[in-house]
């Protein structure tokens, strides 16, 4: 095993090299082995770790979430029910999202509609704005 510096860390695993700090600074990655100059060197297994949160950031999964997971996943042995949960949980969140997404595309669709091509003072969008809810 080969150890490598921080910015070798960040081309492999595609974390930037503040943020690499970060995570070690707020515990989701364990401190590196430093050398005598007091550099950070880094093994395969920081890599897959930072490729881990990486990828559980791009799927939107929350800090705390991401700890439990590394928690977890360091203990192979047990259940996988929690980060099932986890998961489910962010699916659920994605879900809502979409759905919420979904209602402001058709409104926004029926606004745009209504006002294609008229004039201010008869702008749906403007009117529909300015109009509070209820």
């Known amino acids: 095993m080969k150890d490598f510096p921080i910015g070798e860390a960040a081309r ?3 974390v930037k090299v503040p943020t690499i700090r970060y995570y070690e600074q707020i515990g989701l990655l364990p401190e590196p082995v430093r050398t005598a100059g007091n550099r950070r060197l880094y093994d395969d297994e920081s890599v897959r770790r930072l490729f881990f949160i990486l990828h559980a950031r791009q799927l939107g999964f929350e800090i705390d979430s991401i700890r439990a997971m590394l928690d977890l996943q360091d203990n192979p042995h047990q259940s996988c029910a929690q980060v099932d949960a986890i998961a489910s ?3 659920a969140e994605i ?6 997404l979904t209602a402001l595309k058709a409104e926004l669709s029926a ?4 006002c294609r091509q008229g004039r201010i003072a008869q702008c749906r969008v403007i009117e529909t704005l300015s109009t509070p809810p209820g």
């Open 89 to 91: 949980g962010r699916l």
């Open 111 to 114: 606004m745009l509609d209504q």
């Open 12 to 14: 492999r695993s595609g």
């Open 95 to 100: 879900e809502l999202r979409i759905s919420r």
